[in-house]
């Protein structure tokens, strides 16, 4: 469908996409019919390409994007960060009504349950509005010439193929995606039985009641579906070859806030075994057993209906490889530069293409990188420090060192923490905000925890970390307080102004020892 010289209304995207979500054809958004050439082809429409492409217009460029999906956006709200935020906030509130059961106006504990195929369901139908906005968006208020439903081919770092169409075009920007990786069946035979399902194919073609489940992997996806799986009533089974949330994809994971994330899935009934492999996967028409092994030898024998694989993307670069015999490392990633140029001239890579982290704030931040060199900027994107966070029923963000890497590193470390070290978490009913308000009062054990590292020596902060609720915002600002070169010190903190009750009790915390020469844990 040409689309190009169209006024389409935003409700009218809906069924536009969900009608090409079934068809082959094309959806064409072109100036001029695509003649002339371009500043940058986008080869993606993901965050990381529509984000590039967009800035690239709003420079003065002349961007075009092309994806084989009916939709830009890309995986994120189709398939990665939406549903599993649908499925949090549906594991929070499933949480908080079964610890609380029986009490005030909660139901009765035996009546909290929810269907799992019933929420990937709810997502599937409402998915497309997203899509559709998305669409809308970057036709109508960005201006950005776009070819959506067809795969592209690079021809050579001028010029690309698309929906039976040749582009010419200064540069080209690489925003390919990556891919779940299969369970390898020399590892673990059975990878492939029908019940093995990943992210992605979780939201596309579950179609029956999940009843007991096991995981493996344990790294984010692993503990946010299964704190989901679990909170929505099926019972799961953690298999991590290494320490849960130790992986190396992650950093700064404070051990004394992974712990509370750990004790607190346990506590939700979550079997969790670290250093346990999975060993094969049994079954017929669907699977009915996993065998794994344990951190002691022992061998398990868990029977299940439902297998959710959480190991990890690799990154689509093979295309790449292909087309234009780009430089790739060893996990598959594209080999960039800070500037996002990749070993061919003319040609750059963004987003999960290019490895780990593969996040949101970097896969946007890639495009637009990669955009502002393309037209003439010298622009570099240093993404080794960044703020992050992941959801168990609770929402844990981080930023900075960890205690131990502060005091590893050699700082004088002075720790502020909620509750404080030594005290019994069920005698107080701190931390307490949004989210865990009930928590502090029926049950205060549960109502999170927070840390904050400082050095002694200059009384700047190190690190942030929090469990809880509502507090994720603040790190996105934290951390660039954090990362300025003057930093921000214990004094600073303590004089910014608290909207109490405020999630993350930092800044009453600091201002409780910032009048002191010496500082002294609190
Ligand atoms: C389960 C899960 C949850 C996540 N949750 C979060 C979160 O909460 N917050 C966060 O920050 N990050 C999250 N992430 C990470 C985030 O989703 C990714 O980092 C981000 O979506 C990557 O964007 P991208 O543009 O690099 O890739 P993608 O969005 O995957 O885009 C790649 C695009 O390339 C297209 N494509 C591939 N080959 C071709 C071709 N030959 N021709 C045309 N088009 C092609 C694909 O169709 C796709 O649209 C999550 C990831 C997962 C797996
Ligand atoms: N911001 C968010 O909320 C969010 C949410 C979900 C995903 N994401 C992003 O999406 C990407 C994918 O996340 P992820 O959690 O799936 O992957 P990940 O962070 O790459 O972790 C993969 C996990 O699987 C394990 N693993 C890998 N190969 C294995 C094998 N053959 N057998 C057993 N275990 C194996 C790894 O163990 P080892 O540690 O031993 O290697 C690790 O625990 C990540 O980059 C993540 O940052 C972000």
Request: net charge negative; with cysteine.
């Amino acid at each position: 469908m040409d689309v190009s010289n169209m006024s389409i209304r935003l409700p009218d995207w809906t069924p536009l996409v969900e009608g090409h979500l079934a068809t082959g054809e094309p959806i064409v958004n072109l100036a001029g019919d695509g003649e002339g050439v371009y500043d940058a082809i986008f080869v993606g429409g993901g965050a990381a390409g529509r984000f590039g492409s967009s800035y690239l217009k709003a420079m003065g460029g002349r961007p075009l994007v092309i994806d084989r999906w009916p939709f830009l956006g890309g995986s994120c709200p189709h398939q990665a960060c939406l549903p599993h935020h649908l499925f949090s906030e549906a594991a929070a509130l499933l949480d908080r009504e079964r610890w609380l059961a029986g009490q005030l106006w909660f139901r009765p504990a035996g009546e909290v349950k929810a269907s799992i195929l019933e929420l990937v369901e709810l997502f599937r139908r409402g998915r497309v509005a997203g899509h559709a906005f998305m669409n809308w968006q970057t036709k109508t208020q960005l201006g950005v010439e776009y070819l959506l439903n067809t795969s592209a081919r690079v021809l050579d770092p001028h010029t690309v193929q698309a929906g039976g169409r040749t582009f010419r075009t200064r540069n080209v920007v690489l925003g390919l995606g990556a891919r779940q990786k299969p369970i390898d069946p020399a590892e673990c035979p059975g990878g492939d039985l029908p019940g093995v399902y990943d992210f992605g194919t979780l939201v596309e073609t579950l179609d029956y009641e999940p009843r007991r489940c096991v995981i493996v992997g344990g790294s984010k996806v692993a503990v946010e579906y299964g704190s989901f799986f679990q909170a929505a009533g099926c019972p799961t089974t953690i298999f991590t070859r290494n320490p849960l949330l130790r992986t190396k994809t992650m950093h700064h994971v404070d051990e004394d806030a992974r712990r509370y994330v750990l004790d607190g899935m346990r506590k939700r009934g979550v079997e969790i075994y670290e250093g346990g492999v999975p060993l094969e996967i049994k079954g017929t028409d669907r699977v009915e057993a996993v065998v794994a092994t344990g951190p002691d030898g022992e061998t398990f024998h868990i029977e299940c209906d439902f297998v959710f694989n959480g190991t990890g993307e690799r990154p689509n670069s093979e295309p790449a490889q292909e087309w234009l015999g780009v430089e790739v490392g060893s996990a598959g990633e594209v080999v960039v530069d800070r500037r996002m140029r990749t070993s061919v001239p003319d040609v750059y890579a963004v987003g999960d293409l290019i490895g780990p982290p593969m996040e949101m704030f970097k896969a946007r931040k890639t495009g637009v990188t990669a955009a502002r060199n393309v037209m003439g900027e010298s622009a570099e994107f240093d993404f080794t420090e960044y703020p992050d966070f992941l959801h168990t029923t609770y929402e844990m963000s981080w930023v900075g060192l960890t205690e131990e890497e502060a005091r590893a590193q050699g700082y004088d470390v002075m720790v502020i923490q909620m509750p404080p070290k030594g005290l019994d978490h069920d005698d107080i009913l701190l931390p307490c905000a949004e989210g865990t308000m009930l928590y502090a009062f029926l049950k205060p054990g549960l109502s999170g925890f927070q840390k904050c590292v400082v050095d002694r020596a200059t009384r700047r902060i190190l690190g942030f970390h929090h469990v809880g609720y509502g507090a994720k915002d603040a790190f996105q600002y934290l951390d660039y307080l954090l990362r300025r070169p003057e930093g921000i010190t214990i004094d600073e903190m303590g004089q910014l102004n608290e909207l109490f009750l405020n999630p993350e009790h930092f800044i009453q915390l600091c201002r409780l020892r910032a009048g002191g020469a010496e500082l002294v844990d609190i």
